[in-house]
């Protein structure tokens, strides 16, 4: 599967952004896909996954209450909306495949896209 990250930007705190994660050459069905973010000197972390089959979450304490992931099945594509953006929240943000249910951990990750920046100004 290949997937293709959009979306992100530059935004003043408190704002929004809605990053998009398009996945083509099969459905994404049966897929965990993740959002990452690495923040320059950092190392990459989970910020929210979702198991496509099931629709089960995760989302990383630092985002909770301000992202949502969620799919649009008929698009093959997940989507995380941010808001509350904070200047923290600036990083490369990277969606993730594996397949099976998602997991938190970067290592578990086979196929990804390429980032896309978010930027966040106090």
């Known amino acids: 599967v290949q997937l293709q990250a959009s979306g992100g930007g530059l935004v003043q705190a408190g704002g929004s952004l809605r990053l998009s994660c398009a996945a083509s050459?099969?459905?994404?069905?049966?897929?965990?896909l993740g959002w990452f973010r690495q923040a320059p000197g950092k190392e990459r972390e989970a910020v929210s996954c979702?198991?496509?089959?099931?629709?089960?979450?995760y989302y990383a304490n630092s985002v909770l209450d301000r992202f949502t992931i969620f799919k649009d099945n008929s698009k093959n594509t997940v989507y995380l909306q941010m808001n509350s953006l904070k200047p923290e929240d600036t990083a490369v943000y990277y969606c993730?495949?594996?397949?099976?249910?998602?997991?938190?951990?970067?290592?578990?990750?086979?196929?990804w896209g390429q980032g896309t920046q978010v930027t966040v100004s106090s």
């Open positions: 993730a495949g594996r397949l099976g249910s998602m997991r938190y951990d970067v290592r578990s990750y086979n196929y």
């Open positions: 050459g099969r459905s994404f069905s049966g897929y965990g």
């Open positions: 979702i198991t496509t089959r099931t629709g089960e979450t």
